[in-house]
Nanobody, 119 residues
Framework: QVQLVESGGGLVQAGGSLRLSCAAS????????MGWYRQAPGKQRELVAS???????NYADSVKGRFTISRDNAKNTVYLQMNSLKPEDTDVYYC?????????????WGQGTQVTVSA
């Protein structure tokens, strides 16, 4: 199986920065896409940013120019650098990876980390 451990969430003032990390472990043959999503209570989970195995990135319009996603393939880790944070960025952030274990390709989610931005 796959375990995802997230870290880096917390409380920050508007305009501040946080860096989220998500490390994957287990019997992983290969990790394909990695991404970060966020979800507020009562709302659907939405994509924040994603990165392919070759490094192609995609961002939600609301975070373009402020957030940067990156990955370290040697460490099976994906990062989300969040700058110029706004109160509306307050959410629970989840990492997701698509990986191959044996011959099975599937999605795996982290447990979520709270990000709170105060005005």
């Amino acid at each position: 199986q796959v375990q995802l451990v997230e870290s880096g969430g917390g409380l920050v003032q508007a305009g501040g920065s946080l860096r989220l990390s998500c490390a994957a472990s287990g019997s992983i043959f290969r990790i394909n896409d990695m991404g970060w999503y966020r979800q507020a209570p009562g709302k659907q989970r939405e994509l924040v940013a994603s990165i392919t195995s070759s490094g192609i990135t995609n961002y939600a319009d609301s975070v373009k120019g402020r957030f940067t996603i990156s990955r370290d393939n040697a460490k099976n880790t994906v990062y989300l650098q969040m700058n110029s944070l706004k109160p509306e960025d307050t959410d629970v952030y989840y990492c997701k990876i698509n990986c191959i274990i044996g011959i099975v390709r599937d999605d795996y989610w982290g447990q979520g980390t709270q990000v709170t931005v105060s005005a």
